[in-house]
């Protein structure tokens, strides 16, 4: 579903025009749907309806409270990689024994933490990571239940800085060795081996690379069985990619007629952990057009959002569409501009050659597909205070965080007492 439409030539989010919104918050600004969010996580949730399958949102993707708690009013789980995570999780209504702790480096802290609020289930991918869960579950009289992330080394055929399931990369216990991890986690005394998870990327555009990682983790089901080790879970790891220029993501139904092809008569509840699917269509970053720079040999249309603001096409070179926020009239002329920020690097660029129609200071544009991996991945470089997150709900909005203040940028930060004076 498309919550971003031109309404009487004004660009709108559900019922509110988006130059309301910046009148009251400024610009730039990160603006979601509540109608859409709510659509992706029922369409993907109701792809595996009678399955045994649950869907943890991946809060590392959008981990506002407000959008948090719109999940959880729908019954999610949530997929957390820190301790902050989890606490956003828990503060946001997810129980905790709808939530998965994944990531490479969990601190004994951390561990704990989990443990004590009654968390479902934590990833474990190495095997000093594993011996410090025993010790800490064992302290606490509890056996942690685990599932072991396995590295299959499928290529994912995404970006090279999203793809995870390769053996170059850190993540997961080599695939050769999984089967002999899985007997030492067995004779942890603080240790449930409960399940394996994988995850070999974000943003995938095929089904091959997810049917390869998830067969792999079947035979590998099939060898723990043999050795007497009770596997009756698999985390299926991200979602499926999303469109935001002219990919072909898998269709979602597809998606779950293959899980279920290969996981269905195993007696296994799947988890999956979707992140970019639920949110990232649901959100756009409005930004102002400060300056039109007519440069000997390029144009620049300098705009008050930034790479602080929105780092993907500094990163990943990833491409985000941008609308202006006054619909062009049918047929307006467009020419080729670079789309940059006031920041001072070159990397601060969103777009080059971007065919755009005639733009002038003051104007807004929208830079779609800005929900996921935007808004929690900014950070206040050149001091320009975070972007303010603004949930629409029809023809209500709020603002879900506000834009610090210079003022209170600078109040949190300590002068240490020989320079004070
Ligand atoms: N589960 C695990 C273990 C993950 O590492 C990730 C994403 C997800 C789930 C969610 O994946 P999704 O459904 O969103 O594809 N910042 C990058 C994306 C990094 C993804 C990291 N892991 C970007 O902006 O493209």
Redesign the pocket.
């Known amino acids: 579903m498309n919550a971003f439409t031109y309404r009487n030539g004004i660009l709108h989010a559900e019922g509110v025009a988006l130059p309301a919104i910046a009148e009251q918050v400024g610009t730039p600004f990160y603006c979601y749907s509540t109608e859409a969010l709510v659509a992706n996580y029922r369409a993907y949730a109701g792809a595996f309806e009678g399955q045994d399958a649950g869907v943890c949102f ?1 809060l ?2 959008n981990s506002n409270l407000a959008v948090v708690r719109t999940f959880a009013a729908l019954g999610a789980g949530a ?1 957390v990689v820190s301790e902050g995570e989890f606490k956003r999780a828990l503060a946001a209504g997810i129980p905790a024994d709808r939530i998965v702790f ?1 990531g490479v480096g969990k601190t004994r802290q951390e561990m704990r933490t989990a443990l004590e609020a009654g968390i479902y289930q934590l990833n474990v991918e190495s095997i000093p990571e594993l011996e410090a869960l025993s010790e800490v579950a064992t302290s606490m009289g509890v056996r942690a239940p685990i599932a072991i992330r396995v590295n299959p080394d499928v290529d994912a055929k995404t970006h090279a800085k ?1 793809a ?1 399931g390769k053996k170059e990369n850190k993540f997961g216990i080599d695939w050769d060795h999984a089967r002999e991890v899985y007997g030492k986690a067995a004779a942890l005394p603080g240790i449930d081996p409960v399940g394996i998870a994988v ?1 070999i990327g ?2 995938l555009t095929d089904l091959a690379p997810f049917r390869a990682a998830f067969e792999r983790v079947v035979e590998l089901l099939h060898a723990l069985r043999e050795d007497g080790i009770d596997i009756r879970r698999l985390d299926l ?3 499926i990619g999303i469109r935001y220029r002219d990919e072909t993501p898998p269709d979602l139904h597809e998606y779950a007629g293959m899980v279920r092809s290969i996981t269905g008569n195993l007696g296994c509840h799947v988890t999956l ?5 639920l949110v990232g269509n649901a959100g756009i970053l409005v930004s102002r057009v400060i300056y039109v720079k007519k440069g000997l040999h390029r144009r620049f249309l300098i705009v008050d959002a930034a790479m602080n603001d929105l780092i ?1 096409p500094s990163l ?1 070179d ?1 491409y985000h569409a941008i609308l202006p926020v006054a619909e062009p009239a049918p047929g307006a002329k467009t020419s080729p501009i670079d789309v940059v920020g006031p920041v001072c690097e070159s990397g601060d660029t969103f777009a080059l050659q971007r065919p755009l129609p005639p733009l002038a200071s003051d104007d807004l544009i929208a830079f779609c597909s800005a929900g ?2 935007g808004a929690v ?1 900014a950070s206040s470089y050149n001091t320009r205070p975070l972007a303010p997150e603004v949930l629409v709900n029809g023809t209500d909005f709020a603002v879900i965080r506000p834009r610090p203040t210079v003022e209170e940028m600078l109040a949190a930060e300590r002068m240490p007492a020989w320079l004070k004076g």
């Open positions: 991946a590392k993707s997929d994944s999203i995870t995850h974000s943003q790891g991200g979602g952990e979707p992140g970019r699917a993907r990943y990833a996921a991996y991945m």
